[in-house]
């Protein structure tokens, strides 16, 4: 890149990066010593600012960035992204928001341990959660890494490896000082930024094509050097037996991994009510479905504008900046300065904003399940909200070196990971909790554990850790499971898991509190 893009992208990151910590210490002059206020932002909240907010925290660089490159790259088959990750509201909508507000406080855990043995359901589901949290992190590093060393013109190792010590610096910032507060805020911009940013390169895609969609896709067909193949379904999870089980796969992870995602569950304890929640989450799906139906004209317009090699070189991670740049009439000249430059800032404004959300998730289950479960009842007691704060800065630092790692990666792929491990240990003991009557303790806890182990175990032994060229450890091979998703195999276990937990447990359930929370979830009462 030129010296004028650099000059002009760090001038729009910087003034992003003003911007959210001016909020961020606006926020952090007002208490946070509760953790209802560090955790949930007061529940005060309105459903359009929450939905704004849901959206925000969940267009994360994998749509912005990975989503938009893998259609680029295979056309129908990186449509699976986009079908999956907007069919999965509906289950956020219909299944869990609505009850996960009633019957939670902070966490995930809250939901599950309201009517089981706190100790063993808060480790268990603490540390999936944070688990999923740290998946989540690393595709949004590796999306900050790709992205800001194209900008600055520098594609080493060293630039990228800055850029992910800087977004973990400023993600621990922003979750210590502002807590649920200033991140909401932040993911609220962000949000108005990148549906802008969204709709203006669409109106310019189908005005370079005037507005013919069918020239638009004929001409990304030819440009991707596949044809028609380049349009129907096959071109990455066709031909054999493993491509087509690792599509049905990742279709099942994307669909179902929504519901277990704490960062965004989190989200239902911020506003004031069960109603509020849901009339959030339908604020959130219209912002959500638009933002991916314009993702899909501009796959498909990095494809026959860009071109697969620019796209290809990486892995699609940078194809909506450099759609941006050719938009605005190529290298060199103004607009196309001004547009890459826009592009790429609203990019990062996504990654900053997404991460915050993440890692205020991860530290408050880290301090209200695992700290408060496991500290000794005569150590010195420390408040929760210090200890979320300490916690923000080791899981940025764990995200910070998984994100150097992985730095290759697609970060839609990695992002569909974070999905099965959620949908695999978090779902299917939070869908027992609410509806299963006779659920145990035992069944919670085999729920989680017999969706997380095989998940992790299996992505360990996948083409993605070793015996493949874009593997983390390409000069290994301990590839023994052929999927690169486990989705397919890890949440049958994990609700195989629950139910084998709960028929072999001699626990008796109690009636009362199960009665007790079916209650407060389908009515809100005693609801905090």
Known sequence: MTGRHETLALLLFSAFVAVTLGITTWVSRRRHGSPEEFYAGGRLFSPMENGFAIAGDYMSAASFLGVTGLIALFGYDGLLYVVGFLVAWLVVLFLVAELVRNCGRFTLADVIAARMSERPVRIAVGTSSVTVSVF???????????????????????????????????????????????????????????????????????????????RLLLTAADRSGHGKAFLVPGLRYGGSWSARLDFVSLGLALVLGTAGLPHILSRFYTVPTARAARRSTVWSIGLIGSFYLMTIVLGF?????????????????????????????????????????VVAAVAFATILAVVAGITLASSASVAHDLYATLRRPHARQRSEVAVARVAAVGIGALAIALGLLARDMNVAFLVGLAFAVAASANLPVLLYSLFWRDFTTRGAVWAVYGGLVPALGLVVLSPVVSGSPGALFPGVDFQYFPLQNPGIVSIPLGFL?????????????DEARHAETEVRSLTGAGAV
């Open 497 to 509: 898991a629950g139910w084998l937990g709960t028929v072999t447990s001699d626990e008796v359930p």
């Open 301 to 341: 317009g990095a494809a026959a504008l860009v071109g697969p090699d620019a796209v290809r070189a990486s892995n699609g991670n940078t194809a909506v900046p450099l759609l941006a740049l050719d938009l605005g009439g190529g290298a060199g000249s103004t607009v196309g300065t001004v547009l890459f430059a």
């Open 136 to 214: 989540y992190l690393v595709a949004q590093m590796v999306g900050a890494g790709s992205l800001v060393a194209l900008l600055l013109g520098r594609t080493g190792e060293a630039a990228q490896a800055w850029t992910v010590i800087g977004v973990g610096a400023l993600m621990v910032i922003y979750v210590s000082l502002g807590g649920m507060r200033a991140t909401t805020w932040i993911q609220i911009v962000k949000a108005v930024l990148l549906l802008s940013g969204t709709v203006a390169l669409t109106v310019l895609v189908l005005v370079r094509f005037h507005g013919d969609i069918d």
